[in-house]
Nanobody
Framework: QVQLVQSGGGSVQAGGSLRLSCVAS?????MGWFRQGPGQEREGAAA???????NYADSVKDRFTVSRNKAENTLYLQMNSLKSEDTGLYYC??????????????????WGQGTQVTVSS
């Protein structure tokens, strides 16, 4: 299974920006970002396939941008206009199954270690 190592995140005021990165040990067709707010279940935020087609949750559409560098097996999440409700643990995910692109997971989904994003109002 591919190994994922995340970086980025931190604390920012509402309206600010942050960027997350995730380096994979190998290639997978689909990669994405999930997040888990305090007391909430993990939810999909954004995903991208190997051709660059992206899919976003309604809650982040027009504010977040997911991208990937296939040559370097690196995934990014640019987060703009951050809101307090964006606070949570963010996880990088990778899979060869299209369910990930639809912001779903499966037992074979690989996960990063998680990184905290805190947005203060």
């Amino acid at each position: 299974q591919v190994q994922l190592v995340q970086s980025g995140g931190g604390s920012v005021q509402a309206g600010g920006s942050l960027r997350l990165s995730c380096v994979a040990s190998g290639y997978t067709r689909y990669m994405g970002w999930f997040r888990q707010g305090p007391g909430q279940e993990r939810e999909g935020a954004a995903a991208i396939d190997s051709d660059g087609a992206a899919n976003y949750a309604d809650s982040v559409k027009d504010r977040f941008t997911v991208s990937r560098n296939k040559a370097e097996n690196t995934l990014y999440l640019q987060m703009n206009s951050l809101k307090s409700e964006d606070t949570g643990l963010y996880y990088c995910a990778a899979s060869n199954f299209p369910r990930l692109w639809r912001l779903g997971t499966s037992p074979s989904t690989a996960w990063g270690q998680g990184t905290q994003v805190t947005v203060s109002s």
